[in-house]
């Protein structure tokens, strides 16, 4: 059973903080990885992707991927009030990567 | 350049009946992804269209089935509805190919009573 686990929070950081989102998946063969913003009531809404060990930056955010111990996560700097919002992991779980597990998603608020 | 579409936004439907959604993906893509998100089980990849082909499929009984068409547009079709399918379905459009990001549409709502 191919699985992404997230802490569910929440997350409660102060606006201007850097919020660190965590994410472990369990299929050692998985070669994309991305993560989702979704607002309630929205649909995810895609922000990062990442595919190679490393970090990945665009703008506020960077994305880290370390395959040896299968683990990625995202950190969000000088958090925003409107950065309010659950945060879901996914990982491919198959060659053509159109068949993606989600973790839980992490809740996470930001306080002005 | 425009976003996935789905229709209806909103359903309400009775146990035992049927129903079919649908999903218009981004111009350009011909894969389209189906997804169902509940509070218990979060999101759930049910089943992948490509050039009209089922390419992959989820862990999801027989009732739940799709078909694409020529123009990439794809509809899912849930029959013997159950309270259980109450939920959110979210169709996701993508290239198929590097780098594999999928993009959501809106999502329709289906409550089931």
């Known amino acids: 059973q191919k699985e992404v686990e997230q802490n569910s929070g929440p997350l409660s950081v102060p606006e201007g903080a850097i919020a660190s989102l965590n994410c472990t998946y369990s299929?050692?063969?998985?070669?994309?990885f991305f993560w989702y913003r979704q607002y309630s009531g929205k649909s995810p809404e895609l922000i990062m992707s990442?595919?190679?060990?490393g970090d990945k930056e665009d703008g506020r955010f960077t994305a880290q991927l370390n395959k040896a111990s299968q683990y990625v996560s995202l950190l969000i700097r000088d958090s925003q009030p409107s950065d309010s919002a659950t945060y879901l992991c996914?990982?491919?779980?198959?060659?053509?990567?159109?068949?993606?597990?989600f973790g839980k998603g992490t809740t996470l608020s930001v306080s002005s | 350049k425009a976003g996935v579409t789905q229709t209806p936004r909103y359903l309400i439907k009775t146990r035992g009946q049927q129903v079919t959604l649908s999903c218009s993906p981004i111009?350009?893509?011909?894969?389209v992804s189906w997804y169902q998100q509940t509070p218990g089980q979060g999101l759930q990849f049910l089943f992948e269209?490509?050039?009209?082909?089922?390419?992959n499929k989820g862990n999801f009984p027989g009732r739940f089935s799709g078909r694409q068409f020529s123009n990439s547009r794809s509809e899912m079709n849930v029959s013997t509805l159950e309270l259980g399918d109450s939920a959110l379905y979210l169709c996701?459009?993508?290239?198929?190919?590097?780098?594999?990001?999928?993009?959501f549409g809106p999502g329709t709502r289906l409550t089931v009573t």
């Open positions: 996701a459009s993508s290239y198929r190919q590097d780098p594999y990001e999928q993009y």
């Open positions: 299929d050692r063969v998985s070669q994309s």
């Open positions: 990442i595919y190679s060990n």
């Open positions: 996914a990982v491919t779980s198959n060659q053509a990567g159109t068949a993606l597990i």
């Open positions: 111009s350009g893509h011909r894969s």
């Open positions: 269209y490509f050039s009209e082909t089922q390419r």
